[in-house]
Every structure is written in C-alpha cells, then in structure tokens.
T-cell receptor, first 111, second 112 residues
Framework: SQQGEEDPQALSIQEGENATMNCSYKTSINNLQWYRQNSGRGLVHLILIRSNEREKHSGRLRVTLDTSKKSSSLLITASRAADTASYFCATDTGANSKLTFGKGITLSVRP | KAGVTQTPRYLIKTRGQQVTLSCSPISGHRSVSWYQQTPGQGLQFLFEYFSETQRNKGNFPGRFSGRQFSNSRSEMNVSTLELGDSALYLC???????????FGPGTRLLVL
C-alpha cells in the first residue's frame, strides 16, 4: 500500500521558474525522503527531513515538513531542463528501513 | 565511495523460470532493502536485510526470497516467474535503519 500521495501528478513549467510539489502521508513517520528518477533508472536521493525538523535546504532544493498536517513540500528554484524527471516522496516509520513511496510526480521543464 | 551496484542490469526470462538478482551495497552499509517498481503498482517494498538477517518483509508471495552475505552483499530470488513479475527491481543500502537509503541503478526484468 502507498502511504505517500504526491500532488500534482504532473507539472510542466518553463526553465527558470520554480516548481513546487506536495506530498501527504497517513501515519507517523521517523523521516521523509525525496527522490528523483530519470526515465525508469535508479532513484537519486535528494534530501531527508526528520520528523523533528520543519525545513531543510540543499542547493536549489527546499523541503518543508508539517507533521501536524502530515504533509511535505519540495520546492525546486530556478528550474533547469535537466530537472525533468519523476519525483517521489517516501516515508520511513523507523521500522527496519522500509520506505513507503507515493506514486510520484512527473516534472517537465521546458527550455 | 562507489555507489550501490546491481547485476545484471537487464534480464529476459520466460514464465516458470527462476531468476537471481545481485546487489552490492555501499562500503560500510549493513542494511540492504529491495523494491519492485511497476507502472501499475509503483514502488513497493520487498524486504530488508541487516547483518544477514531479514528484518522486514513486504506483501509479496513466497516466490520472492532473498539473503544477505557476511560482506553485506545481497541477492534476491524469484521462482516460478509470472508475467506480472516484469518490473524494475531496485536495491538500496543504508548505514542503519532510519537513515538515507541510496539506490542502485536497478535490474530490469522482462518475463515472456
């Protein structure tokens, strides 16, 4: 079963614009991780945010976590064509490394 | 450090056969997890190993099994393959539970 639900399912923006993706989940978590996947290849880890953190930054990425609403958002600033990929949020309840993934968001960045 | 490696990268099998996939984690990582990715079901957790012990298993039939060796390398096996087993199988490693999981490139299995 999938715990995470990403929103929107697909997003198309112009290069240079910001992209915001949302994720909601159902149960208490230990951490939430965001991943990127290009064309059915392996997942690339973007950022991990723990349940006691509210915001984290990494380069052009900004992730927020609201445990009271059981939701997270990923912001990619100044997007590039190379950011075109599928993005997944995954929740970790802390029980033996089991990640539960959402269905993913397809981001298209037009040059 | 070298990343997670998976072999083979591509595999074609026929129904009824069995297959073994291999995963080498990042050096020093003791936890290895396996996931199946299909267009219909998305990414689903198969199982997780730590120090040669299976600690967690997803909701998959007994045809799916795995093991971990003393050097933390892991294998998963699927017996009596079905068409629905066609998928991208991803392996991930982490130092311990609750930390970042790093994924390999995956093995794409096609069952004919």
């Amino acid at each position: 079963s999938q715990q995470g639900e990403e929103d929107p399912q697909a997003l198309s923006i112009q290069e240079g614009e910001n992209a915001t993706m949302n994720c909601s989940y159902k149960t208490s978590i230990n951490n939430l991780q965001w991943y990127r996947q290009n064309s059915g290849r392996g997942l690339v880890h973007l950022i991990l945010i723990r349940s006691n953190e509210r915001e984290k930054h990494s380069g052009r990425l900004r992730v927020t976590l609201d445990t009271s609403k059981k939701s997270s958002s990923l912001l990619i600033t100044a997007s590039r064509a190379a950011d075109t990929a599928s993005y997944f949020c995954a929740t970790d309840t802390g029980a033996n490394s089991k990640l539960t993934f959402g269905k993913g968001i397809t981001l298209s960045v037009r040059p | 450090k070298a990343g997670v490696t998976q072999t083979p990268r591509y595999l074609i099998k026929t129904r009824g056969q069995q297959v073994t996939l291999s995963c080498s984690p990042i050096s020093g990582h003791r936890s290895v997890s396996w996931y199946q990715q299909t267009p219909g079901q998305g990414l689903q957790f198969l199982f997780e190993y730590f120090s040669e012990t299976q600690r967690n298993k997803g909701n998959f039939p007994g045809r799916f099994s795995g093991r971990q060796f003393s050097n933390s390398r892991s294998e998963m096996n699927v017996s009596t393959l079905e068409l629905g087993d066609s998928a991208l199988y991803l392996c991930a490693s982490s130092i311990i539970a609750g930390e970042t999981q790093y994924f390999g490139p995956g093995t794409r299995l096609l069952v004919l």
